[in-house]
Nanobody, 116 residues
Framework: QVQLVESGGGLVQAGGSLRLSCAAS????????MGWYRQAPGKQRELVAS???????NYADSVKGRFTISRDGAKNTVYLQMNSLKPEDTAVYYC??????????WGQGTQVTVSS
């Protein structure tokens, strides 16, 4: 019933920018916190950024000052603007959506590759 559609990944040179989007569709209500995680080859999945329904944000130290998370409640969509990208940002990025009284939903992942 519920589907998270991720988009915006791709290949970019170091110093470039990408904007990821994650749109929740289907029978989904009362979205609370939304966030982005990433997993690089050989590493554990880690939190990149999150945003609450009230607009409070949290960022991993490695992306502070470079990434910005935002959300559009009317569209049930969360965004991740990524600037000044570095090769170490290369990973599969996953959207995560928390809803009231139910397990969280995960997106399918989108590949971000930063060259140079």
């Amino acid at each position: 019933q519920v589907q998270l559609v991720e988009s915006g990944g791709g290949l970019v040179q170091a110093g470039g920018s990408l904007r990821l989007s994650c749109a929740a569709s289907g029978s989904i209500f009362n979205i609370n916190t939304m966030g982005w995680y990433r997993q690089a080859p050989g590493k554990q999945r880690e939190l990149v950024a999150s945003i609450t329904s009230g607009g409070n944000t949290n960022y991993a130290d490695s992306v502070k000052g470079r990434f910005t998370i935002s959300r559009d409640g009317a569209k049930n969509t969360v965004y991740l603007q990524m600037n000044s990208l570095k090769p170490e940002d290369t990973a599969v990025y996953y959207c995560k959506v928390y809803v009231t009284l139910r397990p969280a939903y995960w997106g399918q992942g989108t590949q971000v590759t930063v060259s140079s």
